[in-house]
């Protein structure tokens, strides 16, 4: 929609009521809006304005006791059900460690906040704390349980509630820097840096200084380091990491938050384009149609290689990312080796 043509406040809340059973995000698609303008609709009605720092966030969440914490992109939703805990927080990174509930996240990315109470089925209110970036793509969502302390909840709603709680909300779409330009990839420089890492944290630093895409880099390296597998590796991934027991780690990101798994997974079910985990504290939903490659990676650290599988769009955005779990220090699982290992290749037509 151009800007002429955006819907109003009303009108979005109209088009809501007469698609009841369409997810929120898929509302924002057909209308052509940012998933924060939706919700800004319904300020003073169902949504409040509040403070979108995560750091200050953070300095309060715990007291919210057990909630289901949600992370998505475009092709994936991973959800965990824990407390907030053993918080580190700072000017560009921000950790929590907890138990279950395990992120790293980007402050400077987060820019509006939500608290949003709905009526569910019966008397029963479901409430949320709903974050989004500048263009209104959501960073994280905290969603209350019945076990959730409601009084910190509504304190918090209380202290953070923004002077503006107007329902028009303007979407500032990120710009390009020079800093987010890849070129082409020199592959002798590529593979001699790569064989030089000691700690698979370095990689990023490396396709930064090297002006490398993720996916160029992973491509061009050589299959020594890096190999494409079938475009639904990651389903046979999940089925044999639950049938064997093998802990896995699952990063789930978009550019303000990631969010990690790490444990084991029990429940595999398919249904429809999507695959899920529909374990306990643990939810996966993972849009099989939206990957485009999938590479199994190695990256050479003090412990010897680390493998990794990689699914990306067709954009080259990377949706999902798995590792086996491991402690710093400790070779890799022969476990999750053996399963990566007998995960099927891309036929030779896709990875021409």
Not at 104 to 116: D, E, L, M, S
Not at 177 to 201: C, F, I, K, Y
């Amino acid at each position: 929609m151009t800007e002429k043509q955006r819907p109003t406040p009303s009108e979005i809340r109209a088009y809501r009521a007469e698609n009841p059973k369409l997810r929120e995000r898929d509302v924002a698609v057909q209308l052509g809006i940012s998933e924060a303008a939706l919700i800004a609709a319904e300020v003073g009605l169902t949504a409040v304005r509040i403070d979108g720092s995560a750091n200050r966030l953070l300095e309060k969440a715990p007291s919210l006791g057990e909630v289901m914490v949600l992370t998505r992109n475009d092709s994936a939703v991973h959800e965990k059900i824990g407390v907030y805990e053993k918080i580190t927080a700072g000017q560009h990174a921000s950790i929590v460690l907890g138990e279950n509930v395990d992120l790293r996240i980007f402050p400077q990315v987060w820019a509006h906040g939500f608290a949003v109470s709905k009526k569910g089925e019966g008397d029963e209110v479901r409430r949320s704390l709903q974050y989004f970036d500048a263009a209104g793509n959501a960073v994280q969502k905290i969603h209350l349980r019945p076990a959730s302390n409601l009084d910190a909840y509504l304190a918090l709603v209380d202290e953070f509630r923004l002077e503006d709680q107007s329902q028009d909300f303007v979407e500032v779409k990120p710009s390009v820097s020079d800093a987010d330009e890849t070129g082409p990839v020199d592959v002798p420089v590529l593979r001699q840096n790569w064989s030089e890492m000691t700690d698979t944290h370095q990689f990023f630093g490396m396709l930064k200084k090297l002006k490398i895409g993720r996916r160029d880099a992973v491509r061009s390296v050589g299959e020594d380091y890096a190999w494409q597998v079938a475009s639904n590796a990651a389903e046979f991934l999940l089925r044999a990491a639950a049938e064997k027991g093998t802990d896995i780690m699952c990063f789930v990101g978009n550019n303000g938050t990631i969010q990690i798994h790490t444990g084991p997974i029990g429940k595999v079910e398919p249904m429809g384009p999507w695959i899920n985990v529909m374990d306990p504290t643990f939810h996966l939903h993972l849009r099989q149609d939206h990957i485009s490659e999938c590479w199994v990676v190695r990256k050479p650290t003090k412990d010897g290689h680390v493998t990794s599988l990689e699914a990306y769009d067709a954009k080259g955005e990377m949706i999902i990312q798995f590792f086996g779990k491991r402690k710093e220090g400790n070779v890799e699982l022969a476990a999750w080796r053996d399963i990566l290992d007998g995960l099927p290749r891309a036929d030779a037509s896709v990875a021409a």
